[in-house]
T-cell receptor, first 111, second 113 residues
Framework: SQQGEEDPQALSIQEGENATMNCSYK?????LQWYRQNSGRGLVHLIL?????REKHSGRLRVTLDTSKKSSSLLITASRAADTASYFC???????????FGKGTSLLVTP | DTAVSQTPKYLVTQMGNDKSIKCEQN?????MYWYKQDSKKFLKIMFS???????INETVPNRFSPKSPDKAHLNLHINSLELGDSAVYFC????????????FGPGTRLTVT
């Protein structure tokens, strides 16, 4: 069954604004990962947060994790037109097993 | 030096045909996967495979079968193609570790007419 559920499904902002996407999952996890997919391309790993971490930063990305609520958020600060893509969260329960992806948030950043 | 590659990138075929999609990874990873992404961008795992174990998503029809000639390759064979098989198929790989970060291929867009 699908684990991750992102919201919003679609988000449209202007360059320079911040974009926040949320994700909920259903079962216990080792870590939660965020991926990006540009139109017509494969997914690219952005950032991973472990179950014992609450917040993680990578460049303009900030991820939070609340295991009590089984939720995570991805914040992209000072967005750029090049950030336009779909963003997926993926719950990882076990090594060597498939990730459970959410349905994605489609982000449009207009110049 | 592409990490995970798939061929072909596009595949158009008629119902009832049998087709294969190839996947290769040069990362030395232990585990490979096939995912299906539908028109709503919903990504669903089809198979995961390493040297020890093939895990099949029980919802995948047995017309789909993975074949791994070696650790670096996991091909997807599809028999008796149906209209509903139209989708983008992604191969991925990962190293067996706590992180399980996955590396994706560029995808194969399959259109069944």
């Amino acid at each position: 069954s699908q684990q991750g559920e992102e919201d919003p499904q679609a988000l449209s902002i202007q360059e320079g604004e911040n974009a926040t996407m949320n994700c909920s999952y259903k079962t216990s996890i080792n870590n939660l990962q965020w991926y990006r997919q540009n139109s017509g391309r494969g997914l690219v790993h952005l950032i991973l947060i472990r179950s014992n971490e609450r917040e993680k930063h990578s460049g303009r990305l900030r991820v939070t994790l609340d295991t009590s609520k089984k939720s995570s958020s991805l914040l992209i600060t000072a967005s750029r037109a090049a950030d336009t893509a779909s963003y997926f969260c993926a719950a990882n329960s076990n090594s060597g097993y498939a990730l459970n992806f959410g349905k994605g948030t489609s982000l449009l950043v207009t110049p | 030096d592409t990490a995970v590659s798939q061929t072909p990138k596009y595949l158009v075929t008629q119902m009832g045909n049998d087709k294969s999609i190839k996947c290769e990874q040069n990362l030395g990873h232990d585990t490979m996967y096939w995912y299906k992404q539908d028109s709503k961008k919903f990504l669903k795992i089809m198979f995961s495979y390493n040297n020890k174990e093939l895990i099949i998503n029980e919802t995948v029809p047995n017309r789909f079968s993975p074949k791994s000639p070696d650790k670096a390759h996991l091909n997807l064979h599809i028999n008796s193609l149906e209209l509903g098989d139209s989708a983008v198929y992604f191969c991925a790989s990962s190293q067996e570790s706590d992180s399980n970060e996955q590396y994706f291929g560029p995808g194969t867009r399959l259109t069944v007419t």
